[in-house]
């Protein structure tokens, strides 16, 4: 039985930005940006210039991840959910790009491919284009013209565990779901029973009319592919995951590696511009992991003054803790933790005095 079709509410257009010749307006008359010198240039051309750097890049393997769309959601029910999973597939058929992982957010979506980064601006042009009709079809805000990505090349086999851990790790990181257990995305076949029994209809034993509904098109698929009822196009039809088991044969391997990883999911949030909030017990472990590593084994209650900067600065450096988490797990005080941080001994003027960053409580 066909799924009953959501009624489609179109919602208003928006007017689009004019241009004068020396500053940047909105519909209502108010600068947004002044263009005299060049040098504060409208997200309108800049994300155009993004695109013509990616362009020029090379095959390869990429993180590709989408902005997050702050105060606003990419996908607000299963329905819209499902589409993406089928767009996503659809992408890398269209324009040859190999899928090795992936996961829909609320706001934002991460992808591993490979391919040229010709085919990676289409893929994202494509995906945002189709996003966006949904998004108008359901009633809600488009996405904004310069809706943007980032593409981060994957260079070793190291940094290619790394982005696996990471976008497996995302709905964790966002208190969405445990890692694998997220039914948007390609987590839940690697390692896991679940992708066998998560199957749906092949497309080659859909009607013409069913798979155009499900396409949102008139394209050509593989006959293979399948068609959940309720999460749209299953990955198992279009990521492959001979790449994944090459990397991470253990499955303890792999599972330890996912949640204690910490130094490499901090390295790829700063390439990706994507902020992390450590819990209580992940900023404990953290700590405790470095002071047997860094300190002989000492607890912390053993460490000098001098010792308790040193780590504080390590702390605050490769991990992002603010200076009051610091100053509250080393029992110090901020003041303290500050002066560390400041001091050309220590922290090297790694920050300032007002230094807010990444870890909260």
Same mark, same amino acid.
């Given at each position: 039985?066909?799924?009953?079709?959501?009624?489609?509410?179109?919602?208003?257009?928006?007017?689009?930005?004019?241009?004068?010749?020396?500053?940047?307006?909105?519909?209502?008359?108010?600068?947004?940006?002044?263009?005299?010198?060049?040098?504060?240039?409208?997200?309108?051309?800049?994300?155009?210039?993004?695109?013509?750097?990616?362009?020029?890049?090379?095959?390869?393997?990429?993180?590709?991840?989408?902005?997050?769309?702050?105060?606003?959601?990419?996908?607000?029910?299963?329905?819209?959910?499902?589409?993406?999973?089928?767009?996503?597939?659809?992408?890398?058929?269209?324009?040859?790009?190999?899928?090795?992982?992936?996961?829909?957010?609320?706001?934002?979506?991460?992808?591993?491919?490979?391919?040229?980064?010709?085919?990676?601006?289409?893929?994202?042009?494509?995906?945002?284009?189709?996003?966006?009709?949904?998004?108008?079809?359901?009633?809600?805000?488009?996405?904004?013209?310069?809706?943007?990505?980032?593409?981060?090349?994957?260079?070793?086999?190291?940094?290619?565990?790394?982005?696996?851990?990471?976008?497996?790790?995302?709905?964790?990181?966002?208190?969405?779901?445990?890692?694998?257990?997220?039914?948007?995305? #390609?987590? /839940? &076949?690697?390692?896991?029973? $679940?992708?066998?029994?998560?199957? @749906?209809?092949?497309?080659?034993?859909?009607? !013409? =009319?069913?798979?155009?509904?499900?396409?949102?098109?008139?394209?050509?698929?593989?006959?293979?592919?399948?068609?959940?009822?309720?999460?749209?196009?299953?990955?198992?039809?279009?990521?492959?995951?001979?790449?994944?088991?090459?990397?991470?044969?253990?499955?303890?391997?792999?599972?330890?590696?996912?949640?204690?990883?910490?130094?490499?999911?901090?390295?790829?949030?700063?390439?990706?511009?994507?902020?992390?909030?450590?819990?209580?017990?992940?900023?404990?472990?953290?700590?405790?992991?470095?002071?047997?590593?860094?300190?002989?084994?000492?607890?912390?209650?053993?460490?000098?003054?001098?010792?308790?900067?040193?780590?504080?600065?390590?702390?605050?450096?490769?991990?992002?803790?603010?200076?009051?988490?610091?100053?509250?797990?080393?029992?110090? #005080?901020? /003041? &303290?933790?500050?002066?560390? $941080?400041?001091?050309?001994?220590? @922290?090297?003027?790694?920050?300032?005095?007002? !230094? =807010?960053?990444?870890?909260?409580?």
């Amino acid at each position: 039985m066909e799924k009953r079709a959501k009624k489609r509410v179109r919602a208003p257009a928006k007017k689009p930005l004019y241009i004068s010749r020396m500053q940047i307006f909105n519909n209502k008359g108010v600068k947004i940006v002044n263009t005299d010198n060049g040098s504060d240039l409208c997200p309108m051309f800049e994300y155009k210039k993004q695109y013509k750097e990616y362009r020029t890049w090379g095959s390869g393997y990429y993180h590709l991840s989408t902005d997050g769309w702050k105060d606003n959601l990419l996908f607000h029910d299963e329905e819209e959910y499902a589409n993406g999973m089928t767009q996503v597939g659809m992408a890398s058929l269209l324009y040859d790009l190999t899928v090795y992982s992936f996961v829909l957010m609320p706001n934002h979506i991460h992808m591993i491919v490979s391919g040229k980064g010709e085919d990676c601006v289409n893929a994202f042009v494509y995906l945002k284009r189709k996003l966006s009709s949904c998004l108008r079809q359901d009633g809600h805000e488009p996405l904004p013209e310069d809706y943007c990505f980032k593409l981060v090349p994957i260079e070793t086999k190291e940094q290619m565990r790394s982005n696996y851990l990471y976008v497996a790790r995302n709905p964790y990181e966002k208190h969405i779901s445990t890692p694998g257990g997220y039914e948007w995305g #390609s987590g /839940y &076949l690697f390692h896991s029973h $679940l992708g066998r029994y998560l199957r @749906g209809i092949r497309a080659d034993e859909m009607s !013409a =009319r069913e798979l155009c509904r499900q396409l949102q098109s008139r394209e050509q698929v593989p006959g293979h592919w399948e068609f959940h009822p309720d999460l749209g196009l299953t990955p198992l039809s279009f990521v492959k995951t001979d790449k994944f088991y090459e990397l991470f044969p253990s499955i303890k391997g792999y599972e330890s590696r996912l949640v204690k990883d910490y130094e490499s999911f901090v390295q790829l949030s700063r390439q990706l511009d994507e902020e992390i909030e450590w819990t209580q017990e992940e900023m404990a472990d953290i700590i405790s992991r470095h002071v047997q590593m860094g300190f002989g084994g000492k607890r912390i209650s053993d460490l000098n003054m001098e010792e308790k900067g040193m780590l504080a600065v390590q702390l605050f450096g490769k991990f992002g803790f603010v200076p009051e988490v610091i100053a509250q797990n080393l029992k110090m #005080s901020v /003041y &303290l933790v500050k002066q560390f $941080l400041q001091s050309k001994d220590f @922290g090297k003027g790694l920050a300032p005095a007002n !230094a =807010r960053l990444g870890a909260k409580m």
